[in-house]
């Protein structure tokens, strides 16, 4: 199983991102996916989850900014980042669940310049 996230880089505040994983090795189409985030001595944290039928949710603070979308067929899930500031400055990974299995991506860096 791996997941490939890219699309990450810099760019300046209230500018736009958007991010992609894409999975192999698993059946994508019954997986939930989601997109989380890390800054250096801070937990990682959920930002955004599709699951399988397509239901989406968002924490807080990235509700009205940020899109998660899925094309099924082509194994891959969407992060779309607008308005983007600098608190959301971090290394962006996505996780694929299936059944009891986790699976992590590598992570891609965001940085957003104020």
């Known amino acids: 199983v791996q997941l490939q996230a890219s699309g990450g880089g810099l760019v300046q505040a209230r500018g736009s991102l958007r991010l992609s994983c894409v999975a192999s090795g698993i059946i994508f189409s019954r997986a939930t996916m989601d997109w989380y985030r890390q800054v250096p001595g801070k937990q990682r944290e959920l930002v955004a989850t599709?699951?399988?039928?397509?239901?989406?949710g968002y924490v807080d603070f990235v509700k009205g900014r940020f899109t998660i979308s899925r094309d099924n067929a082509k194994n891959t899930v969407y992060l779309q980042m607008n308005s983007l500031e600098a608190e959301d400055t971090a290394v962006y990974y996505c996780k694929g669940s299936a059944g009891v299995y986790t699976y992590w991506g590598q992570g891609t860096q965001v940085t957003v310049s104020s």
């Open positions: 599709i699951t399988s039928g397509g239901s989406t």
